[in-house]
């Protein structure tokens, strides 16, 4: 992100229209219900307003077994006959209390077939019934046992990326730090992620009402998850308590202007600008937190898709090149 780009402008059209008719309906804060009653409107929402789904990517459930608890994953290939194809691993955001295989399932069939690679989403376990740890250690046993799980399906481990929203993006910086040392990931992708959820910003006090996301919905998300305020001084809640970055892979940040994370999004991102080579920050200041799952009401989620899925595979493929530039020399 450069000075000259404002933290926040009017929205855009298509994101005008979603916050405008959430007012009309007026429907009552998901922290007002329960952990379930939440589940059901962000699903309704996500099923109602996601992308057109992708007809000509092949899609198989699958069972991984952790550590601590198998693993629900939705491999997503396409169609198109290839030799072998890339991995990038998809974490689904809902403030670790809300989201699944199906609210993502038309954002992962359009990255799979953006990327032309193969595209694995995780069913990690919620909080309240699963509270912290339990969603980073899904997190960090999908990277650590789905690409050997998948050895053998023409797909190259070798060759592995994650990506998430929202929490999922917390989700996959966390995965990505916990085994920067062993996993060679090529790359990461995260749309709005929280860095640190023990932080008093700025930004949680622009958007107390009016919005699906609001700074009080974040904080009962955060309570729901956390037994214990405590616990967000651990890296694996707040990323950027991490004392160091170094080793990560190329990672490309977007951030939003309408979103109480905004400023954590922000400080994150020029986090890893300063210390990972290859990190993109882009911030868009038009746009409203989540508006990637949104895609039939939101045009630019496309575009931003499409640039998310240019940078994995771009970092995907950049083994191949330089193994094919040494045959030439």
């Known amino acids: 992100m450069t000075e000259t780009i404002p933290l926040r402008t009017e929205l855009e059209a298509g994101a005008q229209f979603v916050v405008d008719q959430y007012r009309i309906a007026n429907p009552p804060p998901y922290e007002h219900g329960t952990a379930q009653q939440a589940r059901d409107g962000y699903r309704a929402t996500s099923l109602r307003l996601g992308f057109d789904a992708e007809q000509d990517v092949r899609i198989r459930d699958l069972t991984v077994e952790g550590p601590k608890a198998p693993l629900r994953v939705r491999l997503y290939e396409p169609e198109m006959p290839a030799d072998s194809r890339p991995l990038i691993l998809y974490l689904h955001g809902g403030g670790w209390v809300m989201g699944d295989l199906d609210t993502h399932d038309t954002t992962?069939?359009?990255?799979?077939?953006?990327?032309?690679a193969a595209v694995a989403a995780v069913d990690y376990r919620l909080a309240p019934e699963h509270p912290f740890p339990a969603a980073p250690e899904d997190a960090i046993a999908a990277l650590q046992y789905i690409p050997g799980a998948l050895a053998g399906r023409g797909i190259d481990t070798a060759r592995v990326a994650i990506a998430g929203d929202s929490a999922g993006g917390t989700l996959a910086l966390v995965a990505a730090i916990a085994l920067k040392d062993e996993a060679k990931l090529a790359a990461l992708a995260i749309f709005y992620p929280a860095g640190d959820v023990g932080r008093r910003i700025t930004s949680m006090d622009e958007f107390s009402s009016g919005y699906p996301l609001t700074s009080s919905t974040l904080r009962w998300f955060r309570d729901l998850y956390l037994e214990d305020i405590a616990m967000a001084g651990d890296w694996r809640a707040s990323p950027m308590r991490y004392p160091r970055f170094q080793?990560?892979?190329?990672?490309?940040?977007?951030?939003?202007?309408?979103?109480?994370?905004?400023?954590?999004?922000?400080?994150?991102?020029?986090?890893?600008?300063?210390?990972?080579?290859?990190?993109?920050?882009?911030?868009?200041?038009?746009?409203?937190?989540?508006?990637?799952?949104?895609?039939?009401?939101?045009?630019?989620?496309?575009?931003?898709?499409?640039?998310?899925?240019?940078f994995l595979r771009d970092a995907l493929d950049a083994p191949i090149a330089a193994e094919r530039l040494g045959e030439e020399a």
Not at 108 to 116: N, T, V, Y
């Open 108 to 116: 992962c069939r359009l990255l799979a077939k953006l990327s032309d």
């Open 247 to 310: 080793g990560l892979p190329p990672t490309l940040v977007v951030s939003v202007g309408h979103d109480p994370l905004r400023d954590d999004t922000v400080a994150l991102a020029q986090r890893l600008l300063s210390e990972v080579p290859g990190t993109e920050h882009r911030h868009l200041p038009d746009q409203m937190h989540g508006f990637l799952t949104l895609g039939k009401a939101i045009a630019p989620a496309r575009s931003e898709l499409e640039h998310a899925a240019k």
